[in-house]
């Protein structure tokens, strides 16, 4: 089964991406929107397994960092995300209100949408949607804590008809099996899609 994207481009990004910043110098959003996805999905297992990193001790220096900046970007898009869509309702409502006479350019002539603004959103397997509490997910994680997170990314790129963004070479090999397009970092320096 070959998965092809509609529309949005979306990628699901695994835990070890989002140490790709800090590690690699990397921005990873700007290489994203580079070629062409605008939906950034972020399984809730990731998000459990970047949280129970952070409870580990021992954790020092290069590591730490890496993984306070994975969780600062998650939270900072997935901000700006939710920004953006409540400024969409308030637009759609004063809309109705005026009788459609606000228009689509109100945030353009503003000047607020220079650079592109992700649309992120939290996944987790089996169909259920949205940001769940993070210390409530650590604990749901068990000891096939890499097997489940694979699982889920699997899943939910399937489902979305995402492609996936990972270090993980197994999991970009089975991953290209099922027909899902894979993105990894080339060169140390920039992210290149692969089939």
């Known amino acids: 089964m070959c998965v092809r994207m509609n529309g949005r481009r979306k990628v699901v990004v695994d835990t070890n991406a989002f140490f790709i910043p800090e590690v690699f110098g990397v921005d990873i959003f700007s290489e994203l929107e580079r070629l062409g996805y605008t939906e950034i999905l972020v399984p809730a297992e990731v998000l459990s397994e970047l949280e129970r990193l952070r409870r580990k001790r021992g954790l020092k220096g290069r590591e730490k960092r890496a993984l306070n900046v994975a969780l600062a970007l998650i939270q900072k898009y997935a901000a700006e995300t939710e ?14 209100a005026n009788g459609g006479a606000s228009g689509a350019g109100g945030a353009a002539a503003g000047g607020e949408m220079r650079r592109r603004i ?3 959103r939290i996944l987790r397997a089996g169909g259920e949607r949205g940001a769940e509490k993070t210390e409530q997910l650590a604990g749901e994680v068990g000891e096939n804590r890499r097997k489940s997170t694979d699982e889920a990314i699997e899943e939910i790129a399937l489902r979305e008809r995402a492609a996936v963004l990972t270090l993980d070479e ?5 991953l ?3 027909g899902i397009l894979t993105i990894h970092l080339r060169g140390g320096s920039r992210l290149e899609e692969a089939w």
Do not use: P
């Open 83 to 96: 920004k953006a869509r409540e400024a969409e309702r308030v637009r759609e409502r004063r809309g109705e």
């Open 176 to 178: 290209r099996k099922r």
């Open 118 to 120: 992700f649309n992120v």
């Open 170 to 174: 197994d999991l970009r090999r089975r």
